[in-house]
């Protein structure tokens, strides 16, 4: 029989007060004790002796050892198991702690108050809520006092897991006898409502607070409801919640300027951001390395890089030190906006001043510079990264592969990619890296290279995929060769692997482009009977395929078709439809679809103005071609194709006046001439009555020349133009 001092001991052990409401532990220490049998103590024991050392990774070796007496028969100590559940619990191996629990309740060993407690807060990080409050129901029902701690646990459980209705319910039904709701459970509630953007509701549980005793909102409060505001771009109610916090007699705290220095820069109000820095300062609040961390990389994203380091040499004079995450902000905001080379300015910068950023910060900057294609800065910065002692990892690879294939270095990729794989710098690739090559093999041409690389991968299948297989047969299938890529379709469905949208996109538009329409067609059919939707793309290729074929009436239905299979057609399809409509010459068909096109919100592009005023001004109909001319005008769409076949059109029906007002409406909107167009206005030209002045009504244009600069073009028209009888004359001649 357990002594009470050996109890008293236990109870001490557990952080849990020996009194009236332990009186239920007594019962069950006193009939353990009467087991507690040499083997069960040896047992104890060890377990105990693996938890000591936790970061050795014993726990794992606790829980076999609990696990293998447990199946031949041998239970630890009812303390022992309890202790197992609290040690896992709070060394964050949650399962471990829940598996413990679950064979306990086999072996029916009673949980006690702290392995219960434990468990809430196991199925709270496990993302399970609401067992948690199951477990909750069990602690009262065994007549345990529970502490707001464990309520709000729950609370934080139900909110993170957008369940924070739940959490309202659940707080209003507690017994407020027994548990009272504090600052903490109320500000869990806000932010809850907050992430969920309800944030009227969250404003409005702020009120409720000031009624409830000793639970009136505090600077987090404030602070809760000010990030929430700023995330809805509602800055100046965040602003006169500052205002509110003074008349409540709340200090305002770095938190507080920080959100909503966060909230301001994040919106591009920079410059108000550091106004409010200013005050804090004023007030003698001391800022953190993320108050400045938001400044700089709100100067980084608008260029300002001045401004940005003297923040920066202001957070050093004041000893705040910065972090690697802030180096990584500083160049990803300046990298985002396509200012790598400023961002390599501020890196260089970093580096003069003896910082060591970290490989994220690297890896930011080498990916911005392959995006703009500065691969000998991107290399100069892998040398420097190497040379500080940074190893290169996974990331910092692929993102130079990708740089280094879509410039078209296939095989300097290719080399880097064998250097990845070298002994002194190994690094295993994935499926990324495996991609990268192939693409860009694949776009080079080289394919049996490709597919050398694509077999090991399948060899290896974690580094194969289906985006891997869609490549290589769009590849096969462009190069004409059938056979391969029929054989690469089989080979996926062999290793079970389940296409996509993109895959059946690339076979059924590479048959399309191959002209092979009864494969293309048949493919079609058959996805589509297996369950696969077709997306606008599918039918935009295989109708356009048609309408090449000269199959209108197939490429008809099948339009019909997407509408009665759900599919919206999109713009392209109602180009491909209408050109062809318009070249079969039923012109009233082609308005009816124009109109259909309308009534489903699809505004005609540059392409499609372009086929029917093309169209049009063919068949003289003018005045139809200049309405939707203005049309298009109108909604500050231009194109070239479309002024080159107004001016054939109006110049045919010889209509000056058009002609020169086009022309003048052409220079205002900084048309570029080509040779094709100026070859057009001299038709044109050519046609204008003798008497009338060209060079007065000529408007001024500029045209570019391959050097890049721009040249009086009205002058070179009007030479061309004066020449062009001398040019005839000499002609017959």
């Known amino acids: 029989m357990m002594t009470r001092k050996q109890i008293t001991n236990l109870c001490i052990y557990f952080q849990e007060p020996f009194n009236t409401q332990n009186r239920i532990f007594i019962k069950h220490f006193s009939a353990a004790a009467t087991l507690y049998s040499s083997h069960t103590q040896k047992l104890d024991t060890q377990l105990r002796s693996l938890c000591e050392n936790p970061k050795k990774n014993q726990l794992i070796n606790a829980f076999s050892l609990f696990n293998q007496n447990l199946d031949l028969g041998q239970i630890p100590s009812e303390s022992t198991c309890n202790f197992l559940v609290v040690t896992f619990a709070k060394n964050k191996d949650y399962n471990l702690a829940l598996r413990v629990y679950h064979k306990m309740r086999k072996v029916q060993v009673l949980p006690w108050f702290l392995s219960l407690a434990a468990l809430i807060e196991c199925f709270v990080y496990v993302q399970n809520p609401r067992l948690a409050i199951g477990v909750l129901a069990l602690i009262f029902k065994n007549g345990y006092k529970v502490n707001v701690y464990i309520v709000n646990v729950i609370l934080k459980g139900l909110c993170e897991n957008g369940m924070v209705v739940k959490a309202i319910e659940f707080a209003c039904s507690l017994d407020k006898k027994e548990v009272t709701p504090d600052v903490v459970s109320l500000n869990t509630l806000m932010r809850g409502l907050c992430k969920e953007k ?85 007030k003698g609040i001391s800022p953190i390395v993320v108050t400045y961390s938001c400044l700089i990389n709100g100067f980084c994203k608008q260029g300002k890089l001045k401004e940005s380091t003297m923040l920066y040499d202001d957070m050093l004079n004041r000893g705040i030190q910065p972090d690697s995450f802030m180096f990584a902000g500083m160049i990803g905001a300046l990298c985002t906006n396509g200012r790598a080379k400023k961002a390599m300015e501020l890196f260089n910068l970093i580096l003069d001043r003896g910082e060591e950023p970290g490989n994220i910060t690297y890896n930011i900057l080498l990916s911005a510079l392959c995006k703009e294609g500065s691969l000998a800065d991107a290399f100069h910065i892998l040398k420097v990264m190497i040379a500080k002692g940074k190893t290169p990892d996974l990331v910092t690879y692929n993102t130079l592969l990708k740089g280094l294939s879509e410039s078209g270095k296939v095989d300097d990729a290719v080399t880097l990619f064998e250097s990845m794989l070298g002994d002194e710098t190994y690094v295993q690739p994935n499926v990324i890296t495996m991609n990268v090559l192939i693409r860009g093999l694949c776009r080079d041409g080289q394919l049996d290279k490709a597919a050398k690389i694509h077999n090991k991968m399948v060899e290896n299948k974690s580094l194969a995929d289906i985006g891997t297989f869609t490549v290589l047969i769009g590849a096969y299938l462009e190069a004409n060769n059938v056979v391969r890529a029929l054989e690469l379709w089989k080979q996926l469905n062999q290793l079970n692997f389940i296409p996509d949208s993109i895959t059946y996109n690339t076979i059924i538009d590479g048959f399309c482009k191959l002209n092979v329409l009864n494969i293309a067609k048949g493919l079609f059919l058959r996805f589509r009977k297996n369950g696969y939707h077709p997306t606008a793309f599918d039918y935009n290729s295989l109708m356009d395929a048609l309408c090449k074929e000269g199959s209108l009436e197939q490429a008809t239905g099948l339009f019909k078709e997407m509408l009665d299979a759900n599919c919206e057609p999109d713009i392209v399809s109602y180009n491909i439809i209408i050109r062809s409509t318009l070249e079969a010459g039923n012109l009233q068909s082609a308005k009816e679809l124009l109109i259909g096109m309308n009534r489903r919100g699809l505004n005609p592009d540059v392409f499609t103005f372009s086929i029917l005023i093309n169209r049009f001004s063919k068949l003289g109909q003018l005045e139809e071609a200049k309405k939707l001319f203005e049309i298009m005008d109108a909604s500050g769409l231009a194109d070239i194709t479309v002024y080159d076949c107004l001016l054939k059109g109006f110049s045919l029906n010889g209509q000056t006046g058009e002609i020169v007002d086009l022309l003048h409406k052409m220079a205002a909107k900084g048309i570029e001439l080509d040779s094709r167009i100026t070859s057009t206005i001299l038709e044109c030209l050519c046609n204008f009555s003798e008497d009338i002045n060209v060079e007065e009504l000529l408007p001024k244009f500029s045209q570019k020349t391959s050097e890049g600069f721009s040249i009086p073009c009205s002058e070179l028209l009007m030479k061309l133009h004066k020449s062009i009888p001398k040019l005839q004359l000499d002609s017959a001649q």
């Not at 938190?255 to 920079?270: D, Q, S």
């Open 198 to 282: 309800k944030i009227e509701e969250a404003l409005d549980l702020r009120f409720s607070m000031e009624n409830v005793v000793s639970c009136g909102p505090n600077s987090y409060t404030y602070s809760i409801l000010m990030e929430g505001l700023c995330s809805e771009g509602r800055l100046d109610d965040a602003m006169e919640l500052l205002e509110e916090m003074r008349t409540k007699g709340l200090e305002a705290d770095v938190v507080v300027y920080t959100t909503l220095i966060n909230g301001l820069c994040n919106k591009g109000y920079v410059s108000r951001g550091k106004e409010l820095l200013n005050k804090m300062l004023e």
